[in-house]
C-alpha cells in the first residue's frame, strides 16, 4: 500500500527575529484530513509556526511544502530559489486562515465579504460564488446575516463570517490562530461549536493554534507542544494531556490546570 504524502510538510525550518531564534529547526508532518492542534506557552513559537505557513512571516531558513509543492520556494533547475508573489498567491490557494481580529470588510455587506475571493482569486462567476457564500453562511448559522455589515453583529457572529469566507475558498488545510482570544467569554462557545463541526466533516487538514486545552483534546487528532522554538513533545491527546513524559509539558499542563 503507497504512504500517503504529507499535506504539508516542514523541514527544518528556523526563524528569526533579530538575534532571537522563535523556531529551530522544526519537521513536522500533517497528514491530508488531520486536525493537529499546536499548544505551549506563549513564545513557543506555535503562533509563527502558522504565520509562515499563511505566507505572513517569511522563514529564516528551511522549507514548506504545501501539498507536495514548495510554498516559500521554487524549484529551478537543481536549486530552490525564492518564490516570487506569483508562486505565493498561488500557494495560497490551497490555505484558509482565520485569525483572531476578524479582518473583515467594515463597508462591505457579509455576502460580499465572503464573495469577493472566490469571485477576484478563483474567478468563480458571481452567482456560483454567491451560492457558495449562502451555503458556508448557513453552515455557520448566519443565513440570515447575509445583508448585514460587519457593525452590525457580534464578535461571535463576525469570526462566525471568517470562518465561512475561508471555507468558501474549499481550501485543502485551514489555519486557526487563537481564533477565540479576542472574543468575549460568552461568545467563545459558539464558535469552538462551528470548528469543531467542520472537524468533523474531516475533509480538510486544520492546524489549530490554541490555548483552549479541552477544545484541542475534543477536536485533534494529534496535539503537538511547543516550548522555546522546538517541538518538546507531541502524539494522540489521551497520551499529551493524560500521559505527558517530558518534564516541560507536564509544568505547563500543571501551570495550565492551575490557572497560573
Do not use: C
Not at 27 to 47: F, M, N, Q, R
Not at 113 to 121: D, F, G, L, Q, S
Not at 148 to 161: E, F
Request: proline share 5%; no cysteine.
Amino acid at each position: 500500500m503507497e504512504a500517503v504524502q504529507p499535506i504539508v510538510r516542514y523541514r527544518k525550518l528556523s526563524k528569526r527575529f533579530g538575534d532571537v531564534k522563535v523556531l529551530n529547526e522544526i519537521d513536522l508532518d500533517i497528514a491530508p484530513g488531520e486536525k493537529v492542534a499546536v499548544i505551549g506557552p506563549s513564545g513557543s513559537g506555535k503562533t509563527t509556526l502558522a504565520r509562515i505557513l499563511m505566507t505572513l512571516e517569511e522563514p529564516t531558513s528551511g522549507t514548506i511544502e504545501v501539498d507536495g509543492e514548495h510554498l516559500w520556494h521554487k524549484q529551478v533547475g537543481s536549486k530552490l530559489v525564492r518564490a516570487d508573489e506569483k508562486h505565493l498567491h498561488q500557494m495560497r490557494k490551497n490555505i484558509g486562515m482565520v485569525f483572531q481580529h476578524f479582518n473583515l470588510f467594515p463597508h462591505m455587506s457579509i455576502l460580499r465579504n465572503v464573495t469577493e475571493a472566490p469571485i477576484h482569486v478563483l474567478k468563480v462567476p458571481k452567482e456560483e460564488a454567491e451560492e457558495r457564500a449562502r451555503q458556508m453562511l448557513a453552515k455557520v448559522g448566519l443565513e440570515d446575516k447575509v445583508d448585514a455589515y460587519p457593525s452590525q453583529l457580534s464578535g461571535g457572529q463576525k469570526q462566525r463570517v471568517a470562518i465561512a469566507r475561508a471555507l468558501v475558498m474549499r481550501p485543502k488545510v485551514m489555519l486557526f490562530d487563537e481564533v477565540t482570544s479576542a472574543l468575549d467569554p460568552e461568545l467563545v462557545g459558539e464558535v469552538l461549536g462551528v470548528i469543531r463541526e467542520i472537524a468533523e466533516e474531516g475533509e480538510m487538514a486544520m492546524l489549530l493554534i490554541t490555548h483552549e486545552m479541552d477544545f484541542a483534546r475534543d477536536v485533534a487528532d494529534r496535539i503537538v507542544f511547543t516550548d522555546g522554538g522546538v517541538i518538546v513533545e507531541q502524539g494522540p491527546p489521551e497520551q499529551i494531556f493524560n500521559n505527558p513524559e517530558s518534564p516541560r509539558l507536564q509544568s505547563f499542563l500543571t501551570r495550565f490546570r492551575s490557572g497560573a
